[in-house]
């Protein structure tokens, strides 16, 4: 709820301090004291069009801030934490609007976009005044406020039909795009094959690129190779065909070991260095075993040598085009391989999704056909309700009707469409209430359907009418009192009213009270109790504070209390 209202430097209020509580509360003053203003001070503090000419004359800006009290989880307080906004101590929501017509928003002490109270508005307050009924001009409101007011059967098929139809709406926008994408699938998997041909028919194998490189090198350098193995293989065993060469390094280390052996009985450390050397001459002999198989092996091939660049052009062509080794693109062959699997199962999707859709549809149609039978009874009801609220709201020639008809089409919330439509009296034809009713009396019809609706869970925790008394007087003004005031013990009700019959079933009394100097005109708000109550209702009932005015004014406040 709305725990104050501070109002400065618009309009005609100088500044003012509109304490709220739960309750009624209702709002009174001479005719240009400034009623209005407070209404419209609301109105930019939930985000209403910010106008330079609503500043006070000789003032820079006009500022209006609001305190509000709301239960966690509420939405506006859940949309004003995604603002940023600190409710720790309740919201605080600030309008500031500047003479030359700028205007600027806070949400708890952070500065924000102006729509975001327009936001928080529709979850926090409705106001009904003769130009502003937003819940009637809105046709989802239409059936908003049925839904609200009907029983779990509704709420049950309402949640059943907006699951189906969003589960439909999925397997409807997956299908489309499976549909429109068919063609481009049919070209990705077709290249992919002829990927996939292209590895299978050069049939890599893991690792071949750095094995065949390793192969092109050693046979490009054979004669090289050769000559090196063959040098190093005639300096270990000696040259066979030139009997005039040195000895080989074997014939030395042979020789080596013969002298020490001759000679190391009779010195252990030189039999030691004996063994070293035989190591040396059976290492020498295996190398040089080696280099003979090798010798043996390293014949030039070039057939061998074409074959292996042949082979590496080919496996270059496929690492350009998949990969950058070997390895790469047979991992690439495997992850195509499993693609061009999903794509051809494309048309098995297809083909479940049309399915699943037929049978979301027929879901769907029954479960339209269940929201809008729980509808129609509930429209009903409603509308019984309501025409029995009018009957005390000096409108008991009129009738209202819920109609619930079918929009042709489905959304979230079923295919009907909802107007609450109003006959004014025998005879006529029932029309939509907007355009039935005049200004005073769509207030009315507004507040006969909170009140007929106010045992449901209200969207809003605060309700405004503004003149919703407008021609009205006598007995009927003080049924529109006591239909405030039956509202009001669900939820927080302000009235703006100038008849006597409305404000005396109020729980709290502010006045508006304009003074003049002179020079400045101002206006303030001040809560009235006891004998000063009393005085403000004689006055509004016209009586100037005559005896009688003061008598009627007791008598309203003894009738009008429970």
């Not at 305190?67 to 101590?89: I, K, Q, S």
């Not at 030189?270 to 295996?286: H, I, N, P, Q």
């Not at 009394?509 to 303030?524: I, N």
Request: aromatic share 2%.
């Amino acid at each position: 709820m709305i725990e104050e209202i501070r109002i400065r430097d618009l309009g005609v209020i100088d500044e003012a301090v509109l304490p709220l509580h739960p309750g009624l509360t209702v709002l009174s003053g001479e005719t240009g004291a400034g009623k209005t203003m407070v209404v419209t001070g609301l109105g930019l503090l939930l985000g209403g069009r910010g106008d330079s000419a609503l500043v006070r004359t000789g003032a820079a800006r006009t500022v209006v801030e609001g305190v509000l009290n709301l239960p966690d989880g509420h939405p506006a307080t859940v949309r004003a934490e995604e603002a940023g906004a600190d409710v720790a101590d309740g919201l605080v929501l600030v309008r500031t609007v500047q003479a030359d017509g700028r205007s600027r928003a806070h949400v708890g002490g952070r500065a924000a976009p102006v729509g975001v109270l327009g936001e928080l508005a529709e979850h926090l307050v409705a106001v009904h005044g003769q130009a502003d009924q937003w819940r009637l001009r809105r046709a989802d409101q239409h059936r908003e406020v049925l839904d609200a007011s009907a029983g779990p059967d509704l709420q049950e098929a309402l949640e059943a039909h907006r699951r189906v139809h969003a589960d439909l709406t999925a397997a409807e926008a997956e299908l489309a795009d499976l549909r429109a994408a068919a063609a481009e699938r049919a070209r990705e998997a077709e290249s992919l094959r002829t990927g996939l041909e292209r590895i299978e028919a050069l049939d890599p194998r893991p690792g071949e690129d750095a094995a065949l490189r390793a192969e092109s090198d050693r046979l490009g350098h054979a004669e090289e190779l050769r000559a090196a193995a063959g040098a190093a293989h005639d300096a270990l065993s000696g040259d066979p065909d030139d009997p005039a060469a040195a000895p080989g390094v074997l014939d030395a280390l042979a020789g080596a070991a013969t002298r020490i052996g001759q000679a190391s009985a009779s010195d252990p450390a030189l039999a030691a260095l004996g063994t070293r050397v035989d190591e040396l001459r059976y290492l020498a002999a295996d190398v040089a075993a080696d280099l003979g198989s090798y010798l043996a092996d390293a014949d030039v091939d070039p057939a061998r040598l074409d074959h292996v660049e042949a082979r590496r052009a080919a496996l270059t062509e496929l690492t350009r085009l998949y990969g950058e080794t070997v390895d790469d693109v047979l991992e690439w062959g495997r992850e195509a391989a499993a693609r061009v699997e999903l794509l051809e199962g494309t048309g098995d999707r297809i083909g479940d999704l049309e399915r699943r859709a037929e049978e979301l549809t027929a879901e769907r149609e029954e479960v339209a056909a269940r929201l809008t039978a729980c509808r129609q009874e509930a429209a009903a009801t409603l509308g019984a309700r309501i025409t029995e609220e009018l009957a005390h709201l000096a409108m008991g020639s009129a009738t209202v009707t819920v109609a619930v008809e079918d929009a042709g089409r489905h959304g979230p919330d079923g295919r009907d469409v909802v107007e609450v439509r109003l006959a004014s009296g025998p005879g006529t034809t029932p029309r939509s209430v907007v355009r039935a009713a005049s200004g005073g009396e769509l207030s009315r019809v507004m507040l006969a359907i909170e009140v007929a609706t106010a045992d449901g869970a209200s969207s809003v925790p605060t309700f405004v009418f503004d003149e919703v008394d407008a021609g009205v007087g006598g007995r009927a003004a003080l049924d529109v009192g006591a239909r405030l005031a039956a509202l009001a013990r669900h939820a927080q009700v302000v009235v703006v009213t100038h008849l006597a019959q409305v404000a005396a079933h109020a729980d709290r009394h502010l006045v508006v009270e304009k003074s003049d100097d002179g020079h400045v005109t101002r206006s303030m708000v001040h809560e009235v109790e006891g004998e000063d109550r009393v005085a403000e209702l004689a006055r509004m009932l016209g009586g100037s504070g005559t005896d009688a005015a003061l008598d009627h004014a007791r008598d309203l406040l003894a009738r009008s209390r429970p």
